[in-house]
């Protein structure tokens, strides 16, 4: 069994995505081609038009990017989930901003907005909300607090595109957000990818600037830039995947509720709020005996993963930024019981119950 089925997808959409792939060869226009520009206007049109959509790099460089463009500056404080992807903190500690580490919501898993509350001080800038497993954080209740004290909010959407919040896109709910395109995410190219997505004209301009070495006119550089752009030829793959990408999360939302049905009297099951529809990046169940039952998983051949074993304050890297009022209980807890099941739109259902059957004779 695969933990994503990527192989699956390809045999599906072979012929397309050949098609596209011979297109671009053939014109040679791999940098910033028109299959770059079609894909940015499919993006947009698919978050409903008005929000600009730019392909990038990576998702990681599509955090930066929305930094850089936000002018951040060294000693800035910038809130962040701990419990998330390495990606969330790294960006802002690079540009030699503070990360501030903040619990999350036991149920959500996102950023705990009454929590933010207390982290902010006369140097906070923004909030990274982020999106985990592709489940939007609650973002009404965030945008509103940062107004409050006159913060910017950036979304990391990274797993989370396609989701909804109050029957608006993931994507398109802060003034600023990123997405990624790593295979493995719900919408993932063949290769590193990305995009950052903003409903301000001001910012998106600044972006498209940065990402091509801070350039407005052939070797004139008015801002210090990096090389992000996204390639043609993953343009081009992910036009075809994005066609098919409804039915693909449709998919995912059905193997969900199976798993649900099957498993909720054995482990903690995701929860979704009532306001909001899940990308399913990831099913992640909690259990306290984790270690063990992913042991005999593994024995049946059955892939699990944990998304994450360590809060992000715990990490070596962060080690430099000491937090003494931090006590974040409910991520403690989380990175020691969460693994995650293999999750994918093509899942069968007797993948499902051989899991579950499996998951019985354990617990
Ligand atoms: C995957 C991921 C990223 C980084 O995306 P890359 O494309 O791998 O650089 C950032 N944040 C979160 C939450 C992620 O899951």
Same mark, same amino acid.
């Given at each position: 069994m695969q933990f994503v089925d990527l192989k699956y997808q390809y045999t599906l959409y072979k012929k397309e995505i050949q098609a596209e792939i011979d297109g671009v060869l053939k014109s040679? +226009? !791999? &940098?910033?081609?028109p299959a770059l520009t079609k894909f940015e206007t499919e993006m947009s049109d698919y978050l409903g038009g008005s929000i600009h959509a730019i392909g990038c790099s990576s998702g990681t460089d599509a955090l930066l990017l929305g930094l850089m463009a936000l002018d951040v500056q060294p000693g800035d404080e910038i809130i962040i989930p701990d419990f998330t992807f390495i990606a969330t903190g790294e960006v802002v500690a690079f540009l030699g901003a503070v990360p501030v580490f903040c619990d999350v919501d036991p149920e959500t898993y996102t950023i705990d907005p009454e929590q933010i509350r207390k982290k902010v001080t006369e140097k906070t800038v923004g909030i990274i909300p982020v999106s985990i497993f592709g489940q939007p954080a609650d973002f009404d209740r965030i945008n509103t607090l940062a107004q409050n004290y006159d913060l910017w909010v950036m979304e990391d959407g990274a797993q989370s595109f396609g989701a909804e919040y109050k029957g608006k896109k993931s994507c398109s709910l802060t003034q600023i957000a990123a997405t990624s395109f790593f295979p493995a995410k719900p919408l993932g190219c063949y290769g590193d990818g990305g995009a950052v997505f903003t409903n301000d004209e001001r910012l998106a301009e600044k972006v498209r600037i940065i990402l091509n070495?801070?350039? &407005?006119?052939?070797?004139?550089?008015a801002v210090i830039g990096i090389n992000g752009r996204l390639d043609s030829l993953q343009a081009a793959i992910l036009s075809v995947k994005l066609r098919h990408f409804d039915i693909e999360l449709q998919q995912r939302q059905a193997a969900a509720e199976k798993y649900t049905a099957q498993l909720e009297n054995l482990v903690s099951t995701p929860i979704v709020m009532n306001d909001r529809i899940s990308s399913w990046a990831q099913y992640t169940v909690q259990h306290e005996n984790r270690d063990q039952i992913r042991e005999i998983l593994g024995e049946n051949e059955i892939p699990t993963a944990v998304h994450y074993p360590i809060p992000l304050h715990e990490q070596e890297a962060f080690s430099? !930024?000491?937090?003494?009022?931090?006590? +974040?209980p409910v991520t403690k807890k989380l990175s020691k019981q969460v693994f995650s099941l293999p999750m994918h739109p093509f899942l069968k259902d007797e993948d499902i119950k051989k899991i579950a059957d499996i998951m019985r004779g354990i617990i």
């Amino acid at each position: 069994m695969q933990f994503v089925d990527l192989k699956y997808q390809y045999t599906l959409y072979k012929k397309e995505i050949q098609a596209e792939i011979d297109g671009v060869l053939k014109s040679a +226009a !791999f &940098i910033k081609g028109p299959a770059l520009t079609k894909f940015e206007t499919e993006m947009s049109d698919y978050l409903g038009g008005s929000i600009h959509a730019i392909g990038c790099s990576s998702g990681t460089d599509a955090l930066l990017l929305g930094l850089m463009a936000l002018d951040v500056q060294p000693g800035d404080e910038i809130i962040i989930p701990d419990f998330t992807f390495i990606a969330t903190g790294e960006v802002v500690a690079f540009l030699g901003a503070v990360p501030v580490f903040c619990d999350v919501d036991p149920e959500t898993y996102t950023i705990d907005p009454e929590q933010i509350r207390k982290k902010v001080t006369e140097k906070t800038v923004g909030i990274i909300p982020v999106s985990i497993f592709g489940q939007p954080a609650d973002f009404d209740r965030i945008n509103t607090l940062a107004q409050n004290y006159d913060l910017w909010v950036m979304e990391d959407g990274a797993q989370s595109f396609g989701a909804e919040y109050k029957g608006k896109k993931s994507c398109s709910l802060t003034q600023i957000a990123a997405t990624s395109f790593f295979p493995a995410k719900p919408l993932g190219c063949y290769g590193d990818g990305g995009a950052v997505f903003t409903n301000d004209e001001r910012l998106a301009e600044k972006v498209r600037i940065i990402l091509n070495h801070g350039q &407005i006119k052939r070797y004139h550089h008015a801002v210090i830039g990096i090389n992000g752009r996204l390639d043609s030829l993953q343009a081009a793959i992910l036009s075809v995947k994005l066609r098919h990408f409804d039915i693909e999360l449709q998919q995912r939302q059905a193997a969900a509720e199976k798993y649900t049905a099957q498993l909720e009297n054995l482990v903690s099951t995701p929860i979704v709020m009532n306001d909001r529809i899940s990308s399913w990046a990831q099913y992640t169940v909690q259990h306290e005996n984790r270690d063990q039952i992913r042991e005999i998983l593994g024995e049946n051949e059955i892939p699990t993963a944990v998304h994450y074993p360590i809060p992000l304050h715990e990490q070596e890297a962060f080690s430099h !930024f000491p937090d003494s009022n931090l006590t +974040a209980p409910v991520t403690k807890k989380l990175s020691k019981q969460v693994f995650s099941l293999p999750m994918h739109p093509f899942l069968k259902d007797e993948d499902i119950k051989k899991i579950a059957d499996i998951m019985r004779g354990i617990i």
